[in-house]
C-alpha cells in the first residue's frame, strides 16, 4: 500500500500548541517503543506516531486505535533520548482527536483551551443560576433546610398539569438543565464514536468484509470484554509506573459506577415513586443501604481524585508528562464535583447538629456549595465528550475496534 | 670514535629480588664488559654514577641493563655523542616472575637464562652501534608550495606565511577560491550551530592576496615536482595545457625490455625522463596539496532520472540554484540511491552530504515560508560533532520532514515530480509529489581522476594503493592523517576526506604545520615521521650492490631513485627510516648507525642455545617496536607471565627484518622464529605502510628454503600484533613454542 503524503502543517502547529511543542525532536530511534509496556511489533507507537505527527499526517492519526490504548505512563517520556516527550505528543493527538470528533465544533474548540476556562465555568453557573432565578430563587429558612436539605432548592410544591402533579419543581428544574446536557453529550458522543469507528476502519481498510458480526455477537465479543477489560484495569496495570495512578483511578471509576447507580435509585425514589409515597422525599436517612453506597462513593472518589492530583503533579515534577489544560481540566471537574457534593452534605450534617445561630449562616453556606456543586455536575456532563473525560467513550471504542481488528471478521473475512 | 664502555645493573623495580646479580654481571663480562651495579640507576645517587664515569673515564658508550628503552629516556639521554643502549630486564623478564613460582627452581633458572641473553643482547648491540651523523644537505629550500586556491590551499598558504614561510599558491582556475565560491550559505560555525552563515570566502581571499610572503599564481598547474622535501624541483606549466616536463609514467624494468624490444609503445614518449632535472623548475622545501574535489556523478541511476528528467538536479547544482534565485517550495532531497539489497549512500557521500541536505532544507524553507515542504529521504545522516545541533534545529522546522527510506522511483507526474519510497520510517510506502528532486552526489577527490601530484618519482607520478582509501589521498588515517606516502607532500581538503568548512580549515593548518616541521627536520637532518628526530639514515655500501632493485621496488615511500647507471639513488629527506631497504638487501650492504644487519645477527648469534638440554630451546622474536613491543612491555606492566624460552629483538619494522637474521637463528641451534608486527592487509596499522606485509611475503619464502633443508617451514612465523593485545601476547607466544615443542629441538643444534 502506498501513501500519498499530504502534510498538514496547521495541524502540526496545532499538535505543538496542544502540549506536543516537543514533537519535532523525535529522530526515530524507537527507545519509546521498546520501553512502552503495550507497544508491539506490529504496532510500534509511539515511535510510529511521532514521526506520523512529524509529517503532519493528521488523517492517519485521528484514525489511529493506537493512541487511544496510550495510559500516558510516561516511561517514554523518561526514557527518550532527545527530550521529544512521546507520552505528550500521545496525549496531544488524543487532545485533538477529542476536539476533532467532537459535536457542536464550537463548543468543542471552547473546551479544549485552557484560554476558555473562565467561559467555561461562566456557562453552566450562568445557567444555573438563571434557572434558580426562574423557579423562584427560593432560599429556604434554616428549620426547613434541617427537613428538606437541597430537594427543595429550586422551590417546593410540585409542578402541576391540569391538576395532574407531574413532578416537583425541584425536580423539574434539575432536569430541565441536566437532562438536555447529557443529552447532548450522548448525542455527540454517539456522533464521535460512529466517525471514529469509521474513520479508523477506514484507515485500516477494515469494513469491505461482506460478513460482518450482529450486535449481540458484536457486544458479546468485543464490547463487553472490552469493558471488563477496562473495569479490571488490566491493561492499565500493564504500565508499571502507572501503579499510582491505578490506586487513584480505580476507586474513581468504581465512584462513578456506584454515583451512577445511587443517581438513578434517587431519580425513581424521588421523582417517580415519591410522588405517591411523599416520604420518599428529602434527604435519605443516613442508614439508607444506598445512602452508605453513596458516601462510600463519595470518598472514593475524593480519595481517588487526590491521588491523581499528586500523581500529575509528580508527572509534571519529574518531566515525565506535560502540564497541561487537557490533563488538569479532568482532575479539576472532578474534584470540584467531589468536594462540592460531598461539602455540601457535611454542611446540611452539620446543620442537624444544630450549632446555635451560627447554623443561620451554614445553610446559606450549604446552598452555595450545593449550587457550585450542580455548576461542577453540569460542567462535566457538558464537557464530557472533548476534554479528557471523553476517554471514557473512544478509548472503550478503540479496544473493542482492536480486538475487532485482530478478529477473524478483518483478518480472515469471508469474501 | 673510541669507544669508552661503561656497563650499569640496576637491581631496583624487584630486578635485583628476582634475577642473581652475579650471574648477570657475569654475563656482561664474558663479552668484555664490567658491569657496576645500582639499586635505582635512574635515582639521583644512581645518575651521579653513571656521570662520573662519562666525566672521569670518558664513558661514551653506555650500557643500561635496567627497565624498558620505551620509559626514562630523558633520564638516560646523555647527548648526542653518547650511545646509550638499554637492556630490557624489568617488562621482559623481573616482571614477567610469577609470585607461585617463587620456590621454584627450574623456573627461577629459566628467569635468570633469559636475564643473562638480555645483558649479552645489549652489550653486543652497544660494540656494534656506532654515532649517527645526521644527514645535511647542501642546500635547503624553505618555502612551501600549496597546490589548490580553496579554503584550504587558502588556508596552508596564511598559516605558513603567518609563520613566517614563503608560499607560492597556485589554482588551476582564474581566481582563488574553489568551491566555496558558489556558496549561498555556509554551516554554522559558532554556538548554538543553529544559523547558516554567510560565506567568508572572500575574506579568506582577501587575507592571502594582500599577504606578501604568498605569491598566487592563477591558471597554473604542477607539470611535475621532482627532488625531495628541503629541495623538491617544481615545474609549473599554464593549466590545461601540455608539456614535455609533465611527470612521466612508471616504467618497470620488464616494461623497459619491451619498450626497447618495440613490443609496447613508451607511456612516456615526447616526455623528459624522470631523474632528468628542469633548470628552470622552482625550488620548494614542502608541499601542501589542497586540490579539492568534484560533484560525483550520479546518472548511473537511472531510477532517479538525473539527465532524463527536468527539475532532478545534484546537491551542487541546487547550490547554484540556490545561490541564483529563490529554490521550489517542495523539494524531495535524496540521499541514497535506494537499493534493495543494501543500504549504501550515493559514493562519496558522508557527513558533508548529511549536512548538505540539511542546509538546503534550510534555503526550501527559507525562500517559501509557510508554503515550505522539504523531504530528506535517507538511509544515513550524519551529523558528528556540533553539526548535531544543526540537524536538531532543521528537524523542529515545521516544513522540513525526513525518513530513512529506499526510493525506487523518480518519476514524471503532471507536471511535478512523483518520488516513490520503500522501507520508511513511516510503515508505509510513499507517494511525494515535489517540484524538485535533489540527489546527494558527493565529493570525489581529484586523486580518483588524476595523480595530481605528477611526481618524477621511480615508483610513479601519483601515491600508490589509494584504492584502500577509496581514492583519498590518505596514507593513514588513524596515526598520521595528512601524511601521504610521499615524505613533504602533506594532504588536507577534499582532496584527503570529505569535510566541511571547518574541518577544512583544521585540517589545513594542520597540513601547513606537518609541511614546516618537515622542512625542519630536514634542514637538521632528521627524520620527520614516525620517527621523528632520528638522526640515523640508511647508508648504502654501492660497491657491492647488484642493482636488484628490490630497496628501490620495495621501499613503501619512494625514497629511492635510480643513478644513470641503474644503481639506487638515495634521497634521505624522503627516507622515513623504516630500514625496509636493509630487510630487502640480499647483499646485506644497507645499514644505520645504530642499526644493521651485523648488529642484530650478532645480538642473535649471542643468545645462548643450550645443546645438552632438550627442554631450553630457544626462539627468536624479532618485535616491531612500534607497536608489538610496547604492548609485550604493557604485558610486563601488568606482571603477566611470559614464556622465557622466548628472546625478543626489537626491530624499527617487520620490513627491516633481513632474512639472514632467521637464518642465522636457526643456523646458530635455535628452535623456532617468530615476527610480532602490525597488521597489513585493508586496514593496516603498520607505522610504515608496507612493512609488515612485505616482511610476511618474505617469510613466505623463507619457509619454502627451510623446508629444502629439511627444517619444518612452521618454525617461522608471522603474527599480527595490535598494541592493545598486550593481554593475548603471552597466550600467542605460548601457542607458538608449543608447536615448536611439538617438532622437537632443531636437528642442527650443536653443529
Known sequence: MSMNVQPDIEFIKDMKEAGGDTLKKCFQCATCSVVCPLSTDENPFPRQQMIYSQWGLKDKLIGDPNTLLCHHCGDCTTHCPRGAKPGDVMGAIRAYAYKFYGWPAPLANLASSGKNLPLLVAIPALVVFLVWLISGANVLSHEDFLHAGYTNFFGEGYMTIFGFKLLTWNVTFINSIMIPTAALAAFASFKGVTALWKKMSDNTGVGEALYRPSVPQFVKEFLWPSLVEIVQHERFKKCETNEERIRGHQPLMWAFIALFFVTIYSLISQDVLGRFIPSLHGPMAMWNPVKIVANVAAVAMIVGIVILWKNRNQMVEDNQGGNTFYDWFLIWMIAGVGVTGLGAEVLRLIGVVKLGYLVYYLHLLGYLVYYLHLVSVMMLFLYMPYTKFAHLIYRTCAMTFERYRDSAYVKNPVK | ?751
Open chain 2, 1 to 751: 670514535m673510541d669507544k669508552v664502555y661503561g656497563a650499569y645493573l640496576c637491581t631496583g623495580c624487584s630486578i635485583g629480588d628476582v634475577l642473581d646479580v652475579d650471574g648477570l654481571k657475569e654475563a656482561a663480562s664474558e663479552n668484555g664488559m664490567e658491569m657496576q651495579e645500582h639499586a635505582c640507576l635512574c635515582g639521583e645517587e644512581g645518575q651521579a654514577l653513571i656521570k662520573k664515569d662519562i666525566e672521569e673515564k670518558g664513558v661514551n658508550t653506555v650500557v643500561v641493563c635496567a627497565c624498558s628503552p620505551r620509559v626514562m629516556q630523558d633520564t638516560f639521554d646523555y647527548g648526542d655523542g653518547t650511545i646509550t643502549v638499554r637492556g630490557n630486564l624489568r617488562e621482559h623478564v623481573a616482571w614477567t616472575a610469577q609470585p607461585e613460582d617463587k620456590d621454584d627452581e627450574e623456573a627461577a633458572e629459566y628467569l635468570q637464562e633469559a636475564g643473562e641473553d638480555y645483558v649479552r643482547m645489549a652489550v653486543v648491540r652497544a660494540q656494534k652501534g656506532t654515532v649517527p651523523e645526521p644527514y645535511k644537505m647542501e642546500q635547503i629550500t624553505k618555502s612551501i608550495l600549496v597546490m589548490g586556491g580553496g579554503i584550504a590551499g587558502l588556508t596552508a598558504a596564511t598559516e605558513a606565511a603567518k609563520a613566517g614561510y614563503d608560499v607560492t599558491i597556485i589554482e588551476k582556475t582564474d581566481k582563488l577560491g574553489g568551491k566555496a565560491l558558489g556558496w549561498r550559505k555556509m554551516f554554522p560555525t559558532a554556538y548554538p550551530y543553529s544559523e547558516l552563515e554567510q560565506p567568508n570566502i572572500e575574506q579568506m581571499i582577501a587575507t592571502v592576496t594582500s599577504n606578501d610572503k604568498i605569491t598566487i599564481k592563477t591558471e597554473t598547474e604542477v607539470a611535475r615536482i621532482s627532488g625531495a622535501p628541503g629541495e623538491f624541483r617544481v615545474t609549473l606549466k599554464p593549466a590545461g595545457t601540455e608539456s614535455e616536463w609533465d611527470a612521466p609514467e612508471k616504467v618497470g624494468v620488464d616494461e623497459r625490455d619491451l619498450i626497447e624490444k618495440g613490443e609496447m609503445e613508451d607511456p612516456n614518449k615526447g616526455l623528459k625522463v624522470y631523474t632528468e632535472t628542469n633548470p628552470d623548475a622552482e625550488l620548494v622545501g614542502a608541499v601542501v596539496l589542497a586540490t579539492g574535489w568534484r560533484p560525483a556523478d550520479v546518472s548511473e541511476y537511472e531510477h532517479l532520472g538525473h539527465g532524463t528528467l527536468n527539475n532532478v538536479v545534484t546537491n551542487a547544482e541546487f547550490e547554484k540554484l540556490a545561490k541564483e534565485g529563490k529554490v521550489p517550495a517542495k523539494v524531495a532531497f535524496i540521499q541514497s540511491p535506494g537499493s534493495t539489497d543494501n543500504d549504501r549512500d550515493f559514493p562519496y557521500c558522508n557527513s558533508v552530504t548529511s549536512m548538505v541536505a540539511l542546509k538546503q532544507a534550510q534555503y526550501v524553507c527559507d525562500d517559501n515560508g509557510d508554503n515550505a515542504q522539504a523531504y530528506i529521504l535517507y538511509q544515513h545522516m550524519r551529523t558528528p560533532g556540533n553539526t548535531e545541533l544543526f540537524y536538531k534545529g532543521m528537524q523542529q522546522r515545521d516544513g522540513v520532514f525526513m525518513t530513512k527510506a529506499t526510493v525506487t522511483q523518480v518519476e514524471e507526474a503532471g507536471g511535478s515530480l512523483k518520488v516513490t519510497a520503500e522501507n520508511t520510517l513511516l510503515g508505509e510506502n510513499l507517494e511525494l509529489e515535489v517540484d524538485m528532486v535533489v540527489l546527494a552526489a558527493g565529493m570525489v577527490p581529484t586523486t580518483v581522476d588524476e595523480s595530481t601530484i605528477n611526481l618524477a618519482y621511480r615508483q610513479g607520478p601519483g601515491f600508490l594503493d589509494l584504492d584502500l582509501f577509496d581514492g583519498y589521498a590518505d596514507s593513514h588515517f588513524i596515526c598520521f592523517p595528512y601524511e601521504t606516502r610521499r615524505t613533504g607532500v602533506y594532504a588536507c581538503g577534499g582532496v584527503r576526506k570529505a569535510e566541511t568548512m571547518e574541518e577544512t580549515i583544521d585540517d589545513a593548518t594542520g597540513a601547513a604545520l606537518k609541511a614546516i616541521q618537515c622542512i625542519e627536520s630536514a634542514d637538521r637532518g632528521v627524520a620527520v615521521h614516525p620517527r621523528s628526530g632520528d638522526l640515523t639514515y640508511p647508508d648504502f655500501f654501492f660497491q657491492r650492490c647488484t642493482q636488484c632493485k628490490r630497496c628501490t621496488e620495495e621501499c613503501p615511500f619512494g625514497a629511492l631513485d635510480d643513478d644513470a647507471k641503474g644503481t639506487p639513488l638515495p634521497n634521505p629527506t624522503r627516507c622515513r627510516r623504516c630500514g625496509t631497504c636493509m630487510g630487502a638487501c640480499p647483499e646485506r650492504i644497507i645499514g644505520f648507525a645504530d642499526y644493521n644487519i651485523d648488529m642484530i645477527g650478532s645480538m642473535v648469534k649471542t643468545i645462548e642455545v643450550p645443546d645438552d638440554d632438550e627442554d631450553k630451546l630457544r626462539i627468536a622474536v624479532f618485535v616491531c617496536e612500534n607497536d608489538a613491543y610496547p604492548a609485550i612491555d604493557m604485558s610486563g606492566m601488568r606482571h603477566n607471565k611470559m614464556n622465557t624460552l622466548v628472546r625478543f629483538i626489537p626491530v624499527r619494522c617487520l620490513g627491516s627484518v633481513n632474512m639472514v637474521w632467521i637464518k642465522d637463528a636457526m643456523s646458530s641451534g635455535m628452535d623456532g622464529v617468530l615476527l610480532l608486527g602490525c597488521r597489513y592487509g585493508d586496514d593496516y596499522q603498520c607505522h610504515f605502510v608496507k612493512g609488515s606485509e612485505i616482511a610476511s611475503k618474505r617469510m613466505e619464502n623463507i619457509g619454502e628454503t627451510l623446508g629444502s633443508l629439511g627444517l619444518e617451514p612452521e618454525r617461522c612465523a608471522v603474527e599480527q600484533i595490535a598494541i592493545s593485545d598486550y593481554d593475548k601476547i603471552p597466550g600467542i607466544l605460548d601457542e607458538f613454542v608449543e608447536s615448536i615443542v611439538e617438532m622437537g629441538p632443531n636437528p642442527f643444534k650443536g653443529f
